[in-house]
């Protein structure tokens, strides 16, 4: 059964930094484009950023450019996301999640329901 368990979240003061993991098994992993997600209270799954398996192209929202980068480790099965800078607003449940397959390109990479598989989150707090 495919599996994607998220670690790494916690509290951080604003312009503070934290490593979100993504542990995902094995032959699953090796198939898909991989994507985080947050979730703030009282609003909607907003697309953070994805990396296809083919190339490890990267996509980002705007909201995170410049602060936020994702990356992979093939060989230990994992998805990381690095976020430096960190600001009140970036305060959520974060996600991590499979695409439907091994390439993502643009706005599809941000299309929630274009994902087959979810973890179940790690929360990030971050204080002013």
């Known amino acids: 059964q495919a599996q994607l368990v998220e670690s790494g979240g916690g509290l951080v003061q604003a312009g503070g930094s934290l490593r979100l993991s993504c542990a995902a098994s094995?032959?699953?992993?090796?198939?898909?484009?991989m994507g985080w997600f947050r979730q703030a209270p009282g609003k909607e799954r907003d697309f953070v950023a994805a990396?296809?398996?083919?190339?490890?192209?990267?996509y980002y929202a705007d909201s995170v450019k410049g602060r936020f980068t994702i990356s992979r480790d093939n060989a230990k099965n994992t998805v990381y996301l690095q976020m430096n800078s960190l600001k009140p607003e970036d305060t959520a449940v974060y996600y991590c999640?499979?695409?439907?397959?091994?390439?993502?390109?643009?706005?599809?990479?941000?299309?929630?329901?274009?994902?087959?598989?979810w973890g179940q989150g790690t929360r990030v707090t971050v204080s002013s």
């Open positions: 999640a499979a695409y439907k397959t091994y390439y993502c390109s643009g706005y599809g990479c941000s299309l929630a329901e274009e994902y087959d598989y």
């Open positions: 990396i296809s398996w083919i190339g490890g192209d990267t």
């Open positions: 094995g032959r699953f992993f090796s198939s898909y484009a």
